[in-house]
């Protein structure tokens, strides 16, 4: 008889809500390293900079439905207004893939950020090349969908790209171990459906990338560098690699 009812009070919420949402709540990830898999991703709490200021962050899966993924992550950081903190991010898992193999990324993102009126922090996507599918990244490719109150990439502009309506600025620099590219979008886009492979093809067909390199990873989330009670909630987020 339990069995029968949490089958019906299951399909009950999925007919509701619309989705096959998660019933039992994930604990929060707040160690510095702490991860968790849930489908094809890996949801980072990635505090990998927390010395440079005072604070905490943490980050919780909140559902997923076939391919889209649902997470959030909360934090307060002070410091340096140009010390990056964190990057809590959801990874996605795939083999490695030459560039010139590569047809499609399409990938849909809604997110929603809230925050002190200082607060300072991006929303991006990070993906990292190489020239062999092991071993060290070379290149990261970041991917700017919004910049609060300042935060500024790495580097200085090289160039603008233009795509779907909105207008790109390429940055070029180093974070001491890759070289990094970044494209800034001109306005914060809290809602996107695109593809990710025509910023690759624009750093290819520049020569700034080769297309004999190899995708290792795709991440995306937020990097905060100063602010209190901020909260990123990703509502629907998906990628694919064809």
Not at 45 to 65: A, K, R
Not at 91 to 108: C, E, M, Q, R
Not at 116 to 132: E, G, K, P, Q
Not at 195 to 211: E, M, R, S
């Amino acid at each position: 008889m339990q069995l029968k009812l949490f089958t019906a009070l299951s399909t009950l919420v999925t007919f509701v809500l619309g989705s096959p949402l998660l019933l039992n709540k994930r604990a929060e990830l707040c160690g510095q390293w702490d991860n968790e898999s849930v489908g094809d991703y890996i949801v980072y709490n990635n505090l990998w900079g927390m010395g440079s200021g005072d604070g905490s962050q943490c980050t919780e899966v909140l559902g997923l439905d076939g391919n889209t993924l649902s997470w959030r992550t909360s934090w307060s950081w002070s410091g340096g207004p140009y010390d990056v903190k964190s990057y809590a991010n959801a990874a996605y898992l795939f083999d490695p893939k030459v560039i010139s193999d590569i047809s499609n990324i399409p990938f849909t993102w809604s997110w929603s950020y809230t925050g002190s009126d200082d607060m300072v922090a991006n929303v991006a996507f990070d993906l990292w090349t190489s020239t062999s599918s092991t071993g060290d990244y070379e290149y990261e490719i970041m991917i700017w969908l919004a910049a609060f109150n300042g935060a500024g990439p790495l580097g200085s502009s090289v160039g603008t790209f233009s795509y779907e309506g909105t207008r790109w600025t390429l940055y070029k620099g180093t974070n001491g171990a890759q070289t990094v590219y970044s494209f800034i979008a001109s306005n914060n886009i809290e809602s996107l459906t695109s593809n990710a492979l025509p910023f690759i093809t624009h750093l290819v067909d520049n020569g700034y990338l080769d297309k004999s390199q190899y995708l290792r990873a795709i991440q995306s989330g937020t990097e905060p560098f100063l602010g209190t009670n901020a909260e990123l909630t990703s509502t629907k987020y998906s990628v694919e690699i064809n």
